[in-house]
């Protein structure tokens, strides 16, 4: 199970000494023979045949969970037309959205992202393409990589019916494509709430690039995502920070 808490054996990096690390790990792991568990899993999966049309319009929200909100957030944050990527908790009540008791896998609530995406940039077929590609494993249903439990699950929280009619009708699009080596195990629930993560947890793999569990299990999602989705993938990431 991965430390969750500041460590006060971890130093701060500045923001363009992280990124310059960020950089080299991601260029280190696009050259390696053999990559770490995490972008083993990754492919390479159709535009969504049922989407939403591209226009104008006021931004967007997608709530989604796939494991640990440290990774899938930091995966968002580096996709074009997105505007910004909040960690949180979703799918259980407010009162227990937190950290130490979300954990216990006993709340309802599961990590989660909140995606707020330009719909003149990205759809949200794209964003669901993305997220079952590289961000997560949708054959897990209750665990990604080490963390287990239900706080840990796939599932897509619709906002309203044409989510729901665009995420159901990938996945069947997915499963028909047999695509996958088992069956897709993610959930497509109504948003009831999302709550955001304590401020720790924002941006976490920018501030923490070193830290071992972002190193083996979410930079190589990082370098998937380039790889095999170079056409959406941008450089420099939006951060939380820089949003608010």
Sequence with gaps: MRAREPSSWIIPLGRAVAAGLITLILASLLLRQGAPRAAEGSVSLPAAAVDSQKTAGPPQTAVLSGGCFWGVQAVFEHVKGVRQVLAGYSGGRENLAHYEMVSTGTT??????????????????????????VAHDPTQRDRQGPDVGTQYRSEIFYANPEQQRIATAYIAQLEQAHLFASRIAT????????????????????????????????????????????????????LVAATR
Excluded: C, W
């Excluded at 995606?115 to 590609?133: H, K, M, N, Q």
């Excluded at 690039?209 to 083996?216: F, G, N, Q, S, W």
């Design 108 to 133: 309802g609530n599961a990590e989660s992202v909140q995606i707020t995406f330009d719909p003149a940039e990205v759809s949200y077929g794209e964003i669901l393409r993305v997220f079952f590609s």
């Design 187 to 238: 959930r497509v629930d109504p948003l009831k709430g999302f709550y955001r993560a304590e401020g720790y947890h924002q941006d976490y793999l920018v501030h923490h690039p070193e830290d071992p569990y972002i190193v083996y299990n979410d930079l190589p999602k990082l370098a998937s995502l380039h790889r095999v989705m170079p056409d959406v993938y941008r450089e420099q990431p939006i």
